[in-house]
């Protein structure tokens, strides 16, 4: 089964009197543990990729389906349920809560999912070792620099075993040194533990070393 498999996705937005057609048949599959990259110039559709195939914002046409499950026809509490099961997602800006802990915004997700709260931390733990963040699981985001922060979104990202992990400039907030960083220590945990992600990137050096590279040309994917 395919992590995750969009066929024939088009969305447009309203604009002005007419419309602005951003995908127009978006085809695209990622398999268990692949890692693609995607590579396009601003305004070229990525982030509404990564919210369509994040059952963020639905398609107007076409299918997605994650981990086997076709979203066409479910409603907004399914779509919901299989997101919060199947998708983890990383921003520019590390969106973690700041009033927690790097080790509390990692068990969140867990304990959400009725995970039990010694379970929840020694995983945590172990997920912020393999980032080489642990050190700092007592601190509040505020406490931590650029890179500490995205690696604890890293972390809180993929708590949940996601079938696919959506990246949207991950490190493009990051000076260059800290953005290889922690752009090493994500394709070391992907590869550990066999994750599938979509990455939107800038950074072709960092593209170049994942598994595919694809790009967005007037709507629809190709493979770079
Ligand atoms: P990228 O992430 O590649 O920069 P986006 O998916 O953000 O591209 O945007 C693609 C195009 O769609 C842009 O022209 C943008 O202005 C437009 N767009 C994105 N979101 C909306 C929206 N919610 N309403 C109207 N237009 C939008
Ligand atoms: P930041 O650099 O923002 O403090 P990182 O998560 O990137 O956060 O850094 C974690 C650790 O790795 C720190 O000890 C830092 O000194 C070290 N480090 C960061 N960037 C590099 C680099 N380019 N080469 C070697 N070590 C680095």
Redesign the pocket.
């Known amino acids: 089964t395919a992590a995750l498999h969009l066929a024939g996705v088009e969305r447009s937005y309203r604009e002005g009197e007419g419309k602005l057609a951003v995908l127009r048949g978006v085809d695209l599959t990622l398999e268990p543990g692949e890692l693609v990259a995607l590579v396009a110039p601003s305004g070229a559709g990525k982030s509404t990729l990564l919210h369509i195939a994040a059952l963020l914002e639905r398609a107007d046409k076409g299918s997605v389906s994650v981990a086997g499950v076709e979203t066409t026809g479910l409603g907004d509490a399914a779509l919901t349920e299989l997101r919060r099961a199947s998708i983890g997602m990383i921003y520019q800006f590390h969106h973690l809560l700041p009033d927690f802990t790097a080790l509390e915004n990692v068990t969140l997700p867990m304990r959400l999912a009725g995970a039990d709260k010694k379970v929840a931390d020694s995983a945590a733990h172990a997920l912020l070792s393999e980032l080489?963040?642990d050190r700092r699981a007592g601190h509040r985001p505020g406490e931590l620099?650029?890179?500490?922060r995205q690696?604890v979104a890293i972390a809180r990202a993929v708590a949940n075993r996601p079938a696919v992990l959506l990246a949207d400039e991950p490190t493009g907030n990051?000076d260059p040194?800290?953005a290889?960083?922690?752009f090493n220590a994500f394709v070391r945990l992907a590869r550990s533990t066999g994750l599938s992600a979509l990455v939107a990137t800038h950074n072709h050096e960092l593209a170049d070393r994942m598994d595919r590279r694809v790009t967005l040309v007037d709507g629809r994917c190709e493979t770079l």
């Open positions: 080489d963040v620099s650029g890179g500490e690696r990051l040194g800290t290889e960083h922690v």
